[in-house]
């Protein structure tokens, strides 16, 4: 593997202006390990090298002249594949989207074109972000680079295993629920969901629209920064986007890094550990509070007594808004088209049917089943309505909790990456995955997930998550720095430095 591709983010950069490298150079050498591991990781469903290579040509040019688009610039950059790209497939990880070629850009998107970042591809996920394993990919799981027969995480496990294996610097991921930052802890990268609204979601193919944030996945607390600050901010066409700048999330980060965190008060929260959670990663929580202690910092315990609700708050509203979402899926509009067998002049609902029978996987059935009983009439009040009053206490919780410390901190996920396999027929069990991170997605608080070291069970990393209140998504990147710092210090390096290296498997 190319040395270059080792490097962070901010180093590729760095190195970009100084003329000791080139984008096309970068952006060959990246694709040139796609070409090396995919084949045995599969992180990628699509992957666009003449795309990437033109616009680093391009990015080359500009830093020639001396006229960069953005510190980032030539840096290239994988996207989940539930983003659309003008002229590139975007399949959401279903058959119902094979075949279709979006014929605009997200905003998101279009922010990283305009910042100068070469896309390498599209990456695998869960099929329309439903799921903590990428194991409900119409086209396929994506393996953990830490072990290729367990789970990289999900729904986001293509970027998070692209960047754990350096296919690629930095991805973007979503996160409704938790899939950018359980994706994150089971691959020891770093995983940022920001304060809903703080990024565009216009071309972000809705799962549910009132808990998805688009947001970064890199392998530096610092490279989520740099990223955050191309994507975030305001956007006209998003109703739900905020108007309100985005924080200094670089100057968090340096005031983190300095290692000093005197003053900062932390919430270690109840009901987010304990029961239900793997001994080898409640150790590793523990040893990063006790050094954040040591940076300065005051810790508290604090209850937030209705999170133990929140996975079943989820479950009622998720599902209910990605039923309604779905129904554009309708044979009419985009990708497939299954006409139904032995009917000779198929009606627009029979051919409406056999496609969704065709296109849909199980887990997405699954979900429009339950959204739409719980919206139906009759039953609205009684679960619809009730998750909406249980998510008013969750946010309530976060506000007392709020009062009494600057963050809150627990694990990310409460378990390391399990075998593929495991939970894929078991519902419950794969739900149980996002405990911890489901909370801020129900109040629109930001969150981060940074490696917090290896579980003594089984040598896989586990993560560290620090939630802020809305807007305030500097105070986890400065949290996330500082621990950054002193976790590096303790390991002589980043923890990815300890995975293996992929097998050589070519495509
Ligand atoms: N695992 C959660 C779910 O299945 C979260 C998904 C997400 O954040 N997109 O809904």
Redo the contacts with the bound molecule.
């Keep these: 593997m190319s040395d270059l591709i080792r490097r962070t983010a901010a180093e590729m950069a760095d190195a970009l202006a100084k003329g000791e490298t080139t984008s096309v150079e970068l952006t060959r050498a990246h694709l040139d390990r796609i070409a090396e591991v995919d084949g045995a990781l599969h992180a990628f469903l699509h992957v666009d090298a003449e795309g990437a290579l033109e616009a680093a040509r391009a990015a080359d040019e500009r830093r020639a002249t001396g006229s960069p688009a953005s510190p980032l610039d030539g840096v290239p950059i994988a996207v989940k594949d539930v983003l659309t790209t003008r002229g590139m497939p975007t399949t959401c990880g279903s058959r119902i989207l094979e075949g279709w070629v979006p014929p605009y850009d997200a905003t998101v998107v279009r922010r990283l074109r305009e910042a100068g970042l070469p896309i390498l591809g599209k990456t695998n996920m869960?099929e329309f972000?439903?799921?903590?394993s990428t194991e409900h990919s119409a086209y396929g799981p994506t393996r953990n680079p830490w072990d290729l027969e367990r789970i990289p995480g999900?729904?986001?496990g293509g970027s998070a295993a692209a960047v754990a294996a350096y296919e690629a610097p930095i991805a973007l991921g979503?996160?409704?629920?938790?899939?950018?930052r359980?994706p994150g802890a089971v691959t020891g990268t770093v995983g940022m969901k920001p304060t809903y609204g703080g990024v565009s979601r216009y071309g972000l193919v809705a799962?549910a629209n009132s808990?998805?944030q688009v947001g970064p996945v890199t392998r530096t607390v610092r490279d989520a920064a740099l990223l955050h600050s191309v994507i975030g901010g305001h956007d006209p066409k998003d109703s739900t986007s905020l108007a309100e700048p985005v924080p200094d999330v670089l100057a968090a980060v340096e005031q983190g890094a300095t290692g000093d965190l005197s003053g900062l008060r932390i919430g270690v929260v109840t009901e987010l550990g304990g029961y239900g959670y793997q001994g080898g990663v409640l150790e590793r929580f523990k040893e990063s509070v006790d050094l954040l202690v040591q940076a300065g910092a005051d810790v508290v315990e604090v209850s937030c007594p209705h999170f133990v609700h929140a996975l079943a708050t989820?479950y009622l509203i998720?599902p209910a808004e990605a039923s309604s979402n779905l129904a554009r899926f309708d044979a009419m509009r985009y990708g497939l088209r299954v006409l139904p067998e032995g009917v000779e002049a198929p009606s627009a609902e029979e051919v409406m049917r056999a496609t969704r029978e065709a296109g849909f996987g199980d887990e997405v059935k699954r979900r429009i089943i339950l959204g739409t009983y719980a919206l139906s009439s009759g039953y609205y009040d009684a679960y619809y309505g009730q998750a909406q009053k249980m998510r008013t206490l969750i946010s309530r919780d976060f506000e007392n909790a709020f009062a009494q410390a600057d963050v809150l901190v627990s694990p990310t996920a409460p378990t390391t990456a399990f075998p593929i396999g495991e939970k894929v027929d078991d519902p419950l069990a794969?739900?149980l995955?996002?405990l911890a991170?489901?909370p801020a997605?129900l109040s629109g608080v930001p969150g981060i997930s940074v490696p917090s070291g290896l579980a003594h069970e089984d040598d896989l990393p586990a993560g560290f998550q620090v939630l802020a209140p809305p807007l305030k998504d500097d105070r986890c990147y400065r949290v996330g720095a500082a621990l950054e710092a002193r976790l590096h210090e303790k390991w002589g390096g980043s923890l990815l430095d300890r995975a293996p290296d992929v097998k050589v498997v070519t495509r």
Excluded: R, V
């Design positions: 869960d972000a439903m799921g903590s999900g729904s986001g979503t996160d409704t629920g938790g899939s950018i359980q799962l808990l998805d989820y998720l794969m739900y995955n996002d991170t489901i997605n």
